[in-house]
């Protein structure tokens, strides 16, 4: 494939340089999905395919760019981008989120785009019963003590809003882990939450109900 000559200023202008974790993280990235967009010899594609594309050559058949980082707007080919299957992608993602390996060691799943379309199909009424079904269940597992682990579910917050994303999403920069329902954060609080991983089981319970 001949290469785009006016790519590389148009990448270099494109992101800036986490310090912090390495990232180059894509300006404009895609508010549905993370990641980011160029033109690459005039077809619209993912920033980092395009980057990798440019920098290391063609993808080999079958497989896809990936991140080492799990941050889908990071266009930093040279350490944080490598190619791989799906397969490779999900094995390395369960080695890079314990929390995600242990849920499904334990049989349950951690979420995937399959188990949100899942959600999302079932109506309110069979949401509670769902939920009531499996807190019963995490409830006779856990001894009878309120199952506060497991589900699939957490909270980010960017300190103005919140959000629920899915175990194993990725976390998009500005936004940190945090419990769902605070409102405007001072910045000790903010602070305090950040370092807190809440899932949370009960608070969907509690909405649900
Ligand atoms: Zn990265």
Not at 6 to 23: I, L, M, N, P, W
Not at 132 to 160: A, E
Not at 184 to 201: D, F, G, I, L, T
């Amino acid at each position: 494939m001949k290469s785009d000559p006016t790519f590389e200023k148009r990448f270099k202008a494109g992101y800036a340089v986490d310090k912090k974790t390495g990232c180059w993280q894509w300006n404009n990235v895609h508010p549905a999905n993370g990641y980011g967009g160029i033109e690459y010899n005039g077809k619209q594609t993912g920033a980092h395919r395009a980057a990798w594309i440019h920098f290391k050559g063609p993808i080999p058949d079958g497989l896809c760019v990936l991140h080492r980082c799990d941050n889908r707007g990071c266009v930093n080919y040279k350490r944080h981008l490598y190619a791989g299957s799906r397969k490779d992608n999900r094995r390395d993602f369960m080695e890079r989120h314990p929390r995600a390996k242990e849920l499904v060691s334990k049989g349950q799943k951690a979420a995937t785009a399959g188990s949100k379309r899942f959600w999302n199909s079932l109506t309110v009424k069979q949401r509670k019963s769902f939920c009531r079904r499996r807190y019963q269940q995490q409830l006779n597992k856990n001894g009878g003590k309120s199952p506060l682990t497991g589900f699939n579910d957490i909270f980010i917050t960017n300190g103005l809003q919140t959000r629920r994303i899915a175990i194993g999403s990725v976390v998009p920069s500005g936004w940190k882990r945090g419990k769902h329902y605070m409102v405007r954060w001072s910045n000790k609080q903010k602070v305090a939450a950040s370092k807190r991983v809440k899932c949370w089981w009960a608070d969907r319970k509690r909405r649900m109900a």
